[in-house]
């Protein structure tokens, strides 16, 4: 594993671009994700990604036996993220619509379908036998949501500066570096 680090740190630092390296072994895969500094917009600002953390935490914890069996059965009951997921991959797909119309390059095409599938589709694999009970499922999305308009207040944002700018960020992220 350290060598596969080491080989993209030293392509990386060969090109000279500033980038932030995240290893993840999943099924003693390891998958290398890298952002490339001037390619990269604040994730925290972007709920689907906080629903994504929130998949990441419930997923560890219906999974492993760190959390006594019954606090991750009340977790996998009133906090099932999977309702959420499909929120997140329908913006998405808007999204991915609206990017056609703006004539995207077929490397952005890639990019994107590839951040869906990984992001949202796959969460949802994992999730098949998971069911949604929508008046319950409801409560956890609100709630979080709330949390993460809180957290940009703070920030100084608002959800809908975020999303007004997101889309067009998306289309050509060198106007924003």
């Not at 608002?158 to 998306?170: D, E, Q, R």
Request: glycine residues 2%; aromatic residues 20%.
């Amino acid at each position: 594993m350290e060598d596969a680090k080491e080989g993209v740190e030293k392509k990386l630092q060969k090109e000279g671009d500033k980038y932030i390296i995240i290893l993840v072994l999943y099924n003693n895969i390891l998958l290398t994700i890298i952002y490339y500094m001037n390619e990269f917009i604040r994730l925290d600002y972007f709920f689907s990604y906080w629903i994504v953390i929130w998949f990441i935490i419930y997923y560890f914890i219906i999974n492993t036996n760190i959390v006594n069996s019954k606090i991750a059965k009340y977790i996998q009951t009133n906090f099932n993220p999977k309702f959420a997921l499909y929120i997140a991959l329908f913006e998405n797909i808007c999204i991915f619509i609206y990017l056609f119309f703006h004539k995207p390059t077929i490397t952005l095409i890639i990019k994107y379908f590839f951040m869906m599938v990984v992001l949202k589709v796959v969460p949802l694999y994992l999730l098949e036998k998971e069911k949604i009970n929508l008046p319950q499922d409801v409560i956890p999305v609100s709630a979080l949501f709330i949390l993460y308009n809180i957290y940009l207040t703070f920030l100084e944002k608002s959800s809908y500066t975020i999303y007004k700018t997101s889309a067009p960020y998306i289309i050509n992220p060198s106007k924003f570096s």
